[in-house]
């Protein structure tokens, strides 16, 4: 230890439901059970990554209150919802057809790698970013032209990272 370091003492999560617990007990996984997701898991999924409270607040954060982002919930074996692709409507707590059919496949062909456990898991959760509606709204502020880039990406970053807390474990058949 240097005189720069300052020691400090260890974290023990102390309660099942603290952050600590949660952060303790998360992984990654691939493999997926044989039980499909049912609509109400999706819809409760939906909500916590986009929806809104009671009050009429989001679930999320984002600045300036633009909320670029769309999630879209591609089903392939979920019960209760068709193959298809959906856009979540937070307004109205509703899933919007999109597309018809079992995209999955289509989705997993735009990964880089790593990308076959998509076409075997029963729904994925996409979310996608206005870039245009975000540049457009921020293109006053320095650095001119990149605020609002710079925002749906991080909108999208702690999305995904408060999405990881309350994430539903889907599974296929």
């Keep these: 230890m240097t005189r720069r370091e300052v020691p400090l003492t260890p974290v023990r999560p102390t309660t ?3 952050l600590g617990s ?3 007990r998360r992984r990654s ?8 997701p049912s609509l109400a898991q999706i819809a409760h999924l939906a909500w916590a990554a986009h ?4 009050d009429g607040h989001r679930t999320c954060p984002s600045a300036h209150a633009l909320y670029p982002l769309t999630l879209t919930v591609v089903a392939g074996n979920a019960e209760g919802l068709a193959a298809g692709a959906y856009r979540y409507d937070a307004e109205r707590h509703v899933l919007a057809l999109v597309a ?7 989705v997993a062909r735009t990964t880089l790698a790593d990308h076959d ?5 029963a729904a994925l959760l996409l979310l996608s970013g206005d ?5 457009r709204h921020f293109a006053d502020q320095p650095p001119q032209g990149r605020r609002g880039r710079r925002y749906v990406w991080l ?3 702690e999305k995904a990272r408060s999405d990881t807390s309350r994430r539903l474990r889907f599974h296929h058949n």
């Design 16 to 18: 099942a439901g603290d």
């Design 29 to 36: 996984t691939r493999s997926f059970g044989s039980q499909p």
């Design 22 to 24: 949660l952060l303790v």
């Design 155 to 157: 909108s999208d970053h």
């Design 51 to 54: 929806g809104r409270t009671a």
């Design 131 to 135: 870039m245009g509606t975000a540049t």
């Design 100 to 106: 018809d059919g079992d995209h999955r496949d289509r």
């Design 117 to 121: 456990w998509l076409r075997h898991a």
